[in-house]
């Protein structure tokens, strides 16, 4: 075989004349030229991030985020001595964060960047047990909850605390204040509304919960906390719903987590755990560490990490500010709006969330109306066939076998995007209605947060 040299017409070379390695550790090198070529034309059966409307993150930065992001590659985030700029930014971003989420006093306020919301709840969920067990808590202590995410479902599982998810009853789709009270308990060391549900996109009523949890303080006296998952609302509201009473204007509220790459607009890798007051955060979790010179305090769950995010972030909130977050926003919700309208024009569907800034995220939730000769894992994966993603899934098993549809709307979705989609919707829905189809779940490769039994190791190792 003719060896590889530089000056080969790259698809000549010998190194694209077979398939890339995929089993064991490959014996020997290539040109980094072939060796990209080889990841970058796997990478083409990747579908296109900004038509997936299942995910919730960041599918769009402008250019600038995207050279912070290449300037700050070797940015080690926990290095904090060798990169204190980059320290800095991330604690200017956590007292922006506790600012916005009206924090009593955001100069003091602890709080730290993380790698996305699932560190951050697990943070969040951390210190509310360390609490209760310094309050004197023994047994096994509890959460309680609406329909989550899975990550609450891996901090149950991962640190020992019993999950309590209040079943959906009637026509409800979410954690109702006058549900908890039955699952409330000396050893519930939280309760977790979620503040942007995964499942719908609808807001949980958090004030209603806490003035639930009040009154169950002053017939009990045992006083619950309460964090809050706004992985997606935690920056929404506070620019289209400001008066939406969620956050830290609530006593009860101890601690917020959001992604800072889902509606905050920051890159991928980026996440936030705010408390409402020092206090809040126990000591023993705080770590001070000198191995890399100097000392610092973390509070994570991993060590190294990359700073970028936490240093786009900061250039999202001084970019756009309080009137550009609001103005970008409210832009998305309109394009959600536009889209739920034509959905219901179909006369084929009952829409759960349609859009609106004070009931939920930018995103919409439908069901199918009454009997059709199709479901909606067959209407998902018509779409596919078009590069549009859109997630079909159960609702929790407590809703019989209800399935419905969402898409998640974000930056850089536009009002044109969603006329080309609703072409295509309206292709699918003719289709379907003459020919029935009946996909199973699986069959479509259903897609859903919700985790219901570990995963062997096994089938999580890559296929060889
Ligand atoms: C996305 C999401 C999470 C997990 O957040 P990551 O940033 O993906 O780790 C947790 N809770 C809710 C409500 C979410 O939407």
Known sequence: MPEDIEADDLFAMAGLQHGAPRAGFPDKEMFAQVAYQL???????????????????????????????????????????????????????????ADLWNAPDPATVLGTSTIGSSEAAMLGGLAAKFRWRARGGQGTPNFVCGPVQVCWEKFARYFDVEIRQVPLRGDHYMMRPE???????????????????????????????????????????????????????????PFCAPDLVWDFRLPRVKSINASGHKTGLAPLGAGWAIWREPADLPQELI??????????????????????????????????????????????YRVAQYLAEGLEATGLFDMIHGGDPNRGITAVSWRLRG???????????????????????????DRGEETIMRAVIRHGFTHDMVELLLADMDRCLTVLCKHALGLSSAEAGGFTHSATAAVPIEQVAPVR
């Open 39 to 97: 990841v970058h034309d796997e990478l083409l059966l990747d579908g296109v991030s900004r038509m997936n409307l299942a995910t919730f993150c960041t599918t769009w930065t402008d250019d600038y985020a995207r050279r912070l992001m290449a300037e700050s590659l070797d940015k080690n985030i926990v290095d904090k001595d060798e990169y204190p700029q980059t320290a800095e930014l991330e604690k200017r971003g956590v007292r922006m964060v």
């Open 179 to 237: 549900d908890i009270a039955a699952y409330c308990d000396a050893n519930t060391i939280m309760v977790v509304p979620t503040f942007g549900q995964t499942f719908t996109g609808l807001f949980e009523d958090v004030a209603g919960i806490s003035k639930a949890l009040d009154d169950i303080q002053a017939a009990t006296g045992v006083d619950i906390p309460i964090h809050v998952d706004a992985a997606s609302g935690g920056f929404l509201a």
């Open 287 to 332: 770590f001070n560490v000198d191995y890399l010179g100097g000392a610092m305090a973390t509070f994570n769950l991993n060590f190294s990490r990359p700073g970028g995010q936490a240093i786009t972030q900061y250039y999202d909130f001084i970019r756009l500010g309080r009137l550009g977050y609001t103005r970008v926003q409210s832009e998305i």
């Open 371 to 397: 009997e059709q000769n199709f479901n909606l894992y067959d209407l998902s994966d018509r779409l596919r066939s078009r590069g549009w993603l859109i997630a079909a899934y159960p609702l929790p098993a």
